[in-house]
């Protein structure tokens, strides 16, 4: 059907009344910010591992890592449509909309699984297109329809699923794993928790009402903010183990050092908050440290750059 039996403005049909999805629909369903962060850590991935690759391999991995990435955002907003019409951060996503139908999603998602991890085993190495496809499988099945709405250590585990772009980078390199590639899947999988619980905080009433056992809901702010706490701990130590292998150096130690401060700071002042603080207080402490964690990873996996990017001068690393 053409254009021209389209409201221009609405794109709606005049005929069925149904919508007529553009490619930025399709494009949302692809999480586009989580790809971001899952491009970039693979990316990082495989600059830092110690063998060298092809621009050519290195550009094909990466967008086939994203596609790999993306299907797996399609399919976790095809699973949790329901969930999703509930919550008002994601009610205006394109499924809940009503710009692309559950159905559509599945389609791209399945298809674009089955290209991403074909592509990359044949542009990388088997490795990398079998670590690709294992996260696809954790993202989808272990985490959004088992452990998501069954579980409030949901985030804690299915967080492995946003751990692993790393592992796949410098599986593409190397061809295999190493204590770098944990270390940094680690890194992520232990930053994930913190995280997302401070979200949770100031956005209790969603998961509430969609049914999520998400800590919050189960167990409440008071063992929300503890559990945050104990999970900063936890990650300062996988920060600083990172910067002692082959990848870190002082340049990363320094950043890390800094972060790991500031994040100990914002895990403390969430703990030390009580039922009795007013609402306005409770969410500073918690957006405040949700902003920060967003730049605590970011400048984290920079660093690591910088090391790499520093060592054919002799200054980077050990």
């Not at 962060?37 to 050519?56: D, K, M, Q």
């Not at 290209?115 to 099945?141: E, R, S």
């Not at 800094?258 to 009580?274: E, P, Y």
Request: charged fraction near 15%.
């Amino acid at each position: 059907m053409s254009d021209a039996s389209f409201d221009t403005k609405t794109r709606i049909c005049p005929q069925t009344g149904h919508y007529e999805a553009q490619f930025g629909d399709y494009f949302e369903l692809l999480k586009p910010r989580v790809m971001s962060l899952v491009v970039f850590t693979a990316f990082v991935g495989l600059l830092v591992a110690p063998v060298g690759v092809n621009p050519v391999v290195a550009l094909a991995s990466i967008l086939f890592i994203a596609l790999g990435g993306g299907a797996s955002g399609a399919l976790n907003m095809w699973y949790d449509a329901d969930i999703d019409r509930k919550m008002k951060r994601t009610q205006s996503r394109p499924i809940p909309s009503g710009r692309v139908t559950e159905g559509e999603a599945f389609a791209i998602g399945m298809a674009l699984s089955g290209i991403a991890v074909v592509m990359l085993a044949l542009a990388a190495n088997l490795m990398a297109g079998a670590l690709l496809a294992f996260t696809i499988f954790f993202y989808v099945v272990i985490y959004t329809m088992w452990l998501k709405r069954w579980t409030p250590q949901n985030i804690v585990i299915g967080g492995a699923a946003g751990a692993f772009p790393p592992m796949i980078g410098w599986a593409v390199a190397t061809g295999g794993v190493s204590l770098e590639s944990v270390l940094m899947f680690a890194l992520t999988l232990a930053w994930t928790p913190p995280h997302f619980w401070a979200l949770a905080l100031f956005t209790k009433g969603d998961y509430a009402n969609a049914g999520v056992p998400m800590l919050t809901v189960t167990h409440g702010r008071k063992a929300t903010r503890a559990h945050i706490l104990g999970y900063t701990v936890a990650l300062v130590g996988v920060s600083v183990a990172l910067g002692l292998t082959s990848i870190g150096g002082p340049v990363y130690m320094i950043v890390a050092t800094v972060l790991n401060a500031l994040f100990l700071k914002g895990a403390w002042a969430v703990w030390r908050r009580t039922d009795d603080d007013s609402e306005a207080d409770k969410h500073a402490a918690e957006r405040g440290l949700f902003k920060l964690s967003l730049l605590y990873l970011f400048l984290h996996y920079g660093a690591l750059l910088a090391e790499a990017a520093l060592k054919p001068y002799g200054l980077g690393g050990w």
